[in-house]
């Protein structure tokens, strides 16, 4: 069972960035193609990026579209979420997820069914 674990959220001002990363414990993370999601309180989960194994492809929800960069590094087993001009409503908590996929160019998705593995999340305020 491959457990996923998420750092980098935290308290930041309006207009402020934060860069999240996460990697698998106790196994290779290179066959994967990833996804960051959030919760916000009293909200459902929502797709926030993805990429593919390969890392050629990528999505990226309306809302972050030019603000958010997810990207991939095989090599360091990580995934990483940058995320610039917070906006107070990205505050919620952030999970990573990942999905043991043979389709190499392709996100796995952008919904809560097209993954199978999940980190515990971590949180990240943004104050107005």
């Known amino acids: 069972q491959v457990q996923l674990v998420e750092s980098g959220g935290g308290l930041v001002q309006a207009g402020g960035s934060l860069r999240l990363s996460c990697a698998p414990s106790g196994r290779t993370f290179s066959s994967y193609a990833m996804g960051w999601f959030r919760q916000a309180p009293g909200k459902e989960r929502e797709v926030v990026a993805a990429i593919s194994w390969t890392g050629g492809s990528t999505y990226y929800a309306d809302s972050v579209k030019g603000r958010f960069t997810i990207s991939k590094n095989n090599a360091k087993n990580t995934v990483y979420l940058q995320m610039n001009s917070l906006k107070p409503e990205d505050t919620a908590v952030y999970y990573c997820?990942?999905?043991?996929?043979?389709?190499?160019?392709?996100?796995?998705?952008?919904?809560?069914?097209?993954?199978?593995?999940w980190g515990q999340g971590t949180q990240v305020t943004v104050s107005s």
């Open positions: 997820a990942g999905k043991d996929t043979p389709r190499r160019s392709v996100v796995a998705g952008t919904s809560f069914a097209d993954y199978d593995y």
